[in-house]
């Protein structure tokens, strides 16, 4: 394909009435969306892709049933465990971001386990957005830099400068944010590094979201002219 995005983004949507659809608990649809996460990875390695952020768990997420929560947190813990072969395999570079403050300490450590055992990879770098939103990605880089900065180096700072003390600092911006399940929204995902990316929302729920819907989005956003407030 001609143009392959560096950072491909997905907002993974959907989980909840792909299952209802089916006569199935919520939490099945969450159990089918692992598989393809999986089917995901594969694909972007496969098509040269460099970055593959996943919308995982949001902020607001935490005020869904609590049997809900913990089923998605027993998920997300049993994937690291089991994914830390195939990630060393595949050369895959895994970083969890967000309020890593308010997960269990237990899946905390597993996680800061798999990312320093990956550390070295750099075939594909796979970003887990926990507990993540991107109101609170701004106000924690605003307190940190106020704390660290005094006020006449925050006056000189350009625009540009900001990005380090936002959690993905070092990573670049999304090129293309998907979002399956027919939702047109944001919902608090990439607010300030999503200021020029490319969209693709597609009806297809996350669990059917596999390698061929990928392939179509990734055609999608080849025909895609990004102009950047220019003119030709
Ligand atoms: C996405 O599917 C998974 C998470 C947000 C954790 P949903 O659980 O939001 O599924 P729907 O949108 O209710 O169908
Ligand atoms: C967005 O999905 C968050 C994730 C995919 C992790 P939601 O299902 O939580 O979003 P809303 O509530 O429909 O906006
Ligand atoms: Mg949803």
Redesign the pocket.
Known sequence: MDRIPEHVSI??????????ERGRE?TF??QE?AKSVRAVIEGCIREGVKYLSL????EE?WN?PQQ?VSF?MDLMAREVADEMEEMLENRIRFRVLGNRGRLDPVLNAAITNLEEATAGNDRLTLILFLSYSGKWDILQAVKRLAAAKSPEEIEAMQIGDFDSWLVTAGIPDPDLIIR??G?LRISNYLLWQGAYSEFYFTDV??PDFRMEQLHQALEEYARRDRRYGKVK
């Not at 907002?11 to 792909?18: A, K, P, S």
């Open positions: 907002i993974m949507d959907g989980n909840g009435r792909w299952a209802a919520r649809g969450h969306g919308y995982a768990f949001s997420n869904r809900e998605l399956t399940s939702e729920c996350w």
